[in-house]
């Protein structure tokens, strides 16, 4: 129980850090910041992998699943990423 | 390594992200802040692949290339005016992980991510109730933007109670869960509930209301993958997916603000129900239009000290962005000001028009929002309205009866001159006759965006030259 309500704890806190920070963030960059936070929600990446390595031997499912998981959160980490910095780089480039 | 290691490194990474994200406020640190996110991620992944749970690498490798492949491709071939759709399936994908994560933590029996408990089970129920959601509600919304499904508002009578009678029957069996009484077969409903009710959420959402449907499943996805932490009891899934799920909030509100919605009035769709008092067009703008030449528009523009470009969407689905910044350079070299007014919809997501420029290689200090521009517009000499309708009708302003009354605006009919490029007289998104075009001050400049924008920078040019002459 209190693990429980330090991860609640940890979870309230940085939704008020996110909108504070992300009350900043001006409207020129808001594609790239969606597109950027896309790239952090993949971060689910670590359940995937933790569940795609198991090695969970009652069920195949879970490795499958996990690899799915895997592949998904991937695509998130890896596009959001690099469409990102290929966005932000039009900003900064100077003619 | 142990635990308490492997949460420490967990802590370096969420560190690393709010660092990343705090990069974003600014353009020239942007770059470097996205590069910290990215190292971030980098630091999580490897420390838990270095974790002893770990038992086998066949099924991660298998995915990590599959994934990484297609993140690859879509990153580098998507084109800028088709951002809001990959936004869109990025969504998706990340509530379809958090989905098969959950999934797959009630399957386990043992190891890292088996879960169990009160708290293990309502975690994986929400998981698996907003993960889903967020998977076919985005695929819905990829649907409409990539135009595969029409844009207009699809559902049935009473869609409503029907998504409120399912969210109801998805709550109870997380409660089932909950209390331990659930096995894979009731999981399994619910996850088939959760994805029927992605799609039934957001069909019935009409094309014009996009912006507001990706930014929110953009925060779903974020609160998809804290509950997933919660599962496990990871600390980065929970502070990460608690940074994303603010994030799609605030633009969320943005949204809702800038296109005069309530939230609740886009999700259970309250659209345009009122119908009937639409004004007659040809009362509103029956000879008071004045339709003007390149040759004579440039005449204004030589001898302008301000102008302001405003663009919408149009502008590039006629894929003028180059022609309008060449025409910006010309007036530039001859000594004029020219600033962007940039309204909160002027594209398809928040802040498309500003990447859309971008790319056209506009300076983004050139490009003003919304609150800064406004008051200078009276300061001004000539704006060019250039494939925008909605968003510069001074009905949102003057008309109480309007449905667009309290929208905000752009206030360009208060500058000298008002040039609108624009096909014909057509309604824009709200179907509403615009009074800016039948104003005094307003010189409409009918035909392609593309085409009469270069006609002008020519016209312009010729001028020029003739002087020099």
């Excluded at chain 2, 709010?18 to 992944?45: Q, S, Y």
């Excluded at chain 2, 002893?52 to 492949?69: D, K, M, N, P």
């Excluded at chain 2, 962005?321 to 004029?336: C, F, I, K, N, Y």
């Amino acid at each position: 129980m209190d693990m429980l309500i330090m991860q609640v704890s940890l979870f309230v806190l940085a939704v008020i850090l996110g909108i504070e920070l992300i009350t900043k963030v001006p409207a020129t960059l808001h594609t790239p910041l969606m597109s950027g936070s896309n790239a952090i929600s993949g971060i689910s990446l670590v359940g995937a992998l933790l569940a795609a390595g198991s090695g969970d031997i009652n069920s195949l499912w879970v490795s499958i699943l996990g690899m799915v998981a895997v592949a998904l959160a991937t695509i998130n980490v890896v596009g959001g990423f690099l469409v990102t910095n290929r966005m932000l780089q039009m900003f900064s480039r100077r003619r | 390594m142990s635990l308490s290691f492997v949460n420490l490194f967990y802590l370096l990474s969420a560190v690393l992200f709010i660092g990343g994200i705090k990069g974003l406020t600014h353009p020239r640190t942007a770059v470097r802040g996205n590069l910290m996110a990215a190292v971030g991620m980098l630091v999580a992944v490897v420390v838990t692949l270095l974790d002893q749970s770990i038992l086998s690498y066949a099924w991660i490798l298998t995915g990590a290339l599959i994934g990484a492949t297609i993140g690859v491709l879509m990153a580098t071939r998507i084109q800028m005016t088709a951002m809001p759709q990959m936004v869109a399936l990025l969504n998706g994908f990340g509530g379809g992980a958090s989905l098969a994560v959950a999934v797959a933590s009630f399957l386990a029996t043992s190891g890292p991510v088996s879960a169990s408990g009160l708290t293990g089970m309502i975690a994986i129920g929400l998981t698996v109730l907003i993960g889903a959601i967020t998977l076919t509600g985005s695929a819905v919304a990829f649907g409409k933007l990539q135009e595969l499904l029409p844009g207009r508002p699809i559902g049935f009578k009473g869609i409503t109670l029907f998504n409120g009678v399912m969210m109801v029957a998805a709550l109870s069996i997380i409660a089932t869960l909950a209390a331990g009484h659930g096995g894979t077969g009731v999981l399994l409903v619910l996850v088939a509930i959760a994805l029927v009710l992605g799609v039934t959420l957001v069909t019935p959402i009409g094309g014009a209301d996009m912006p507001v449907v990706i930014a929110l499943l953009n925060s779903y996805s974020g609160i998809a993958a804290a509950a997933a932490g919660f599962i496990m009891g990871n600390t980065v899934l929970i502070v990460s997916g608690a940074l994303v799920g603010a994030s799609g909030i605030i633009l969320t509100r943005i949204m809702c603000v800038a296109m005069n919605r309530s939230l609740a009035g886009v999700l259970f769709g309250s659209l345009s129900e009122e119908g009937g008092e639409s004004m007659d067009a040809d009362e509103v703008y029956a000879g008071k239009v004045k339709s003007s030449s390149p040759e004579e528009i440039s005449m204004l523009l030589e001898t302008a000290q301000r102008v302001v470009i405003v663009p919408g969407f149009g502008l590039a689905m006629a894929q003028a962005q180059h022609a309008v910044r060449d025409l910006a350079d010309t007036l530039e070299r001859r000594g004029t000001e020219v600033i962007y007014g940039l309204h909160p919809v002027a594209g398809r997501m928040p802040g498309h028009m500003n990447v859309l420029l971008a790319e056209a290689e506009v300076d983004y200090d050139k490009m003003q929002p919304m609150e800064q521009i406004n008051p200078h517009f009276a300061q001004t000499d000539v704006v060019i309205v250039i494939g925008a309708n909605d968003v510069t009708n001074p009905l949102a302003r003057e008309d109480k009866g309007s449905p667009i009354y309290g929208m905000p605006i752009l206030d360009v009919d208060q500058a000298r001159t008002v040039v609108v490029v624009k096909r014909s007289l057509s309604p824009g998104f709200a179907g509403l006759p615009n009074p800016l075009f039948a104003n005094d001050n307003t010189l409409m400049l009918f035909g392609d965006g593309k085409q009469m924008i270069l006609e002008l920078a020519g016209a312009l040019n010729e001028v020029t030259t003739s002087k020099a002459a």
